[in-house]
C-alpha cells in the first residue's frame, strides 16, 4: 500500500504563489496517475491536476496557465506549483494516487489534505 503525505498549504495573498507537495511512503512508479483534488467548504470535491506515468497531464479549466503539476519518481513525490492564485482557489487540497493492478481492480490513495487560503 502507498501512503501520502501533503505539505505546503497555508495562507497566501491573491496574486501570490504556493507549492504543494505530495510525499508517498513508497515508490510512485508503478501508479497508473497521480492528481490533486480540491474541496471547498460546502463544495462538491473536483479534480485540479492529474498527471500520467507517462508524463501526460490535464487541468481544471479555471487553473490551465496558472498551475502545473510535476513529478519526481526518484523523490517519490508529486507537486503541484500554483501561481496567480484567487480566492476562490481556497479549499482543501488532497493528493491521490491511481492504480490498476494485473486483475484490472483500481485501488484509490488520498492524502490527509492540506489547507490553502487565499486571502488579502
Not at 503525505?5 to 508503478?30: D, K, T
Not at 506549483?81 to 479549499?91: G, H
Amino acid at each position: 500500500q502507498v501512503k501520502l503525505v501533503e505539505s505546503g498549504g497555508g495562507l497566501v495573498q491573491p496574486g501570490g504563489s504556493l507549492r504543494l507537495s505530495c510525499a508517498a511512503s513508497g515508490n510512485i512508479f508503478p501508479l497508473n496517475a497521480m492528481g490533486w483534488y480540491r474541496q471547498a467548504r460546502g463544495e462538491h470535491r473536483e479534480l485540479v491536476a492529474s498527471i500520467t506515468s507517462g508524463g501526460s497531464t490535464n487541468y481544471l479549466d479555471s487553473v490551465k496557465g496558472r498551475f502545473t503539476i510535476s513529478r519526481d519518481n526518484a523523490k517519490n513525490t508529486v507537486y503541484l506549483q500554483m501561481s496567480s492564485l484567487k480566492p476562490e482557489d481556497t479549499a482543501v487540497y488532497y493528493c491521490n494516487g491511481l492504480l490498476v493492478d494485473a486483475g484490472w481492480d483500481s485501488y484509490e490513495y488520498w492524502g490527509q489534505g492540506t489547507q490553502v487560503t487565499v486571502s488579502s
